[in-house]
């Protein structure tokens, strides 16, 4: 009996501008799983993480969306696309049908897939839950999210497997010192990694104060860093599908 096609869980697929990283601006199909090992205190997608949504979706039916979508850029987000395995096919279908890939993941998993450009959001300790969360009554994703949010191993695997990538991390404008120093303090720990890789993120849906934004952009002058802004919450708020 032959295997089963493949399908994945999604919450949303859509066509709009890439907002963040190395290729903001840049028009893109976006096809979001559904479903994080990881829960971020400040998630600004909880419909794929805290609560997910959606249903499975045949990866020749999300193939065929991309190549309807009329751009060249597809976006592998979610939640977390690396904990699905049927995210391989996906990739490699994209990839046959010359489209440029790009997946966004926290970089807690490894796997060998195709991708133009691995987009790694390494979580800091200011995206873990708080004591007392009411969406974590029992501190069930508290201690797991704190044990699973960094796998070195995995960050290297990725970095070494994708000369075309980014390691963007969330900071608090507002509490630049402790997140710049554990950024630091990973960056030690990884080989093979470019000034130029490393973007800094505001946290939050709502544009930080001027004064925070130069905080952080002084930090990556000073160290040869990039600023992430988020273009689509520029241009079209916090609003999902876009
Ligand atoms: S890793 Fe991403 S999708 Fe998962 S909880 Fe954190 S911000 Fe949300």
Redesign the pocket.
């Known amino acids: 009996m032959s295997a089963p096609p493949p399908t994945l869980p999604i919450s949303e697929t859509f066509t709009s501008i890439q907002g963040e990283g190395k290729l903001a601006g840049v028009p893109s199909h976006f096809i979001r799983v559904s479903g994080?090992?990881?829960?971020?205190a400040?998630?600004?997608?909880?419909y794929?993480?805290?609560n997910p949504d959606g249903g499975l979706r045949a990866v020749t039916d999300l193939i065929a969306g991309a190549k309807a979508s009329g751009v060249r850029h597809v976006v592998l987000t979610?939640?977390?696309p690396m904990i699905f395995a049927p995210i391989e096919p996906l990739a490699a279908g994209l990839r046959d049908a010359g489209l440029h890939i790009t997946i966004e993941t926290?970089g807690t998993v490894h796997r060998t897939i195709a991708c133009d450009l691995m987009s790694i959001?390494p979580?800091l300790a200011n995206?873990t839950p708080a004591a007392g969360d009411p969406r974590d009554p029992h501190g069930t994703w508290r201690r797991q999210h704190e044990e699973r949010r960094i796998n070195v191993g995995a960050l290297q695997a990725l970095l070494d497997d994708h000369p075309q990538r980014q390691l963007k991390f969330v900071v608090r404008a507002d509490a630049l010192t402790p997140d710049l120093a554990e950024i630091d303090a990973l960056l030690t720990r990884l080989r093979g990694w470019s000034p130029e890789d490393v973007l800094l993120m505001p946290e939050g849906v709502s544009p930080p104060t001027p004064g925070n934004r130069q905080d952080v952009a002084a930090a990556c002058v000073a160290r040869g860093w990039r600023f992430c802004p988020r273009l689509h919450i520029e241009i079209y708020g916090n609003v999902r599908g876009t």
């Open positions: 994080c090992n990881l829960r971020c400040w998630c600004d997608t909880p794929a993480s805290w979610g939640g977390e926290a959001s979580k995206s």
